[in-house]
């Protein structure tokens, strides 16, 4: 599964050769996240279109989460590859302007994080081409601990959270301003990749150190 400019395409293998299917036409897609207990589901971020949900390997889809993702602008969607003991995984969104949002449903219901707003940083918050605005670019579920989430914003912090998303330590001076990816990994517990506009990172995060600390 492919998301271009203005649609997905599905991609299948077969005895004859490959087969595609279009699908989310003239949406504008951002983001694309799997649901590793559920090989049919998936999750679609658009930009002016909100977020969509397929169970049919992006057959068909249906638009989810309006009552509560305010903004129709969803640049980042991504489901946690550790199992919560739910039928799905948690799944997060992020949107334009910035505020996160999570699912312990399979995306049935939505809940907004507010205190990733009331962090110091979040004034200084400002993407350079639309300065009014900025966005979470990515967000990152530890491969490792269920309660560990990282979010970028584009443009002006990489911040974390060590409970679920109910609280968030701001960004670290010298860690990077602007990522554009990030990630963790199951075998290397507490160690982060950050691929950002201002460089490259690694940091090793430990329980009293935070995102610290960081090597460019």
Known sequence: MVGMQDSV???????????SHESLKET?????AFDPLNSGRAYCATFGNGLWRTDD?????SNIGKDVI????VMSVAVSSLNSGNKFNKVYAGTEPS??????????????MKALNDLPSSKSWSFPPKPWTHYVRWIEPDAN???????????GALVQSRDGGRTWIDR?????????????????????????????YESLTTEKRGLSPWKA
């Open 57 to 61: 390997d992006g057959q068909t889809w």
């Open 172 to 200: 670290v001076t010298q860690g990077p301003y602007d990522t554009h990816t990030l990630t963790t990994h199951s075998k290397a517990t507490g160690r982060l990749y950050s691929s950002a506009g201002d460089g490259y």
């Open 145 to 155: 601990n269920p309660d560990y989430i990282f979010a970028a914003v584009e443009a």
């Open 28 to 32: 504008n897609p951002q983001s694309i």
């Open 9 to 19: 395409i599905v991609f299948e293998s077969s005895k004859t050769g490959w087969n």
């Open 99 to 112: 505020a996160l949002y999570i699912s312990n449903d399979g995306g049935n219901s939505w809940e907004m």
């Open 70 to 73: 305010s903004s129709p602008y």
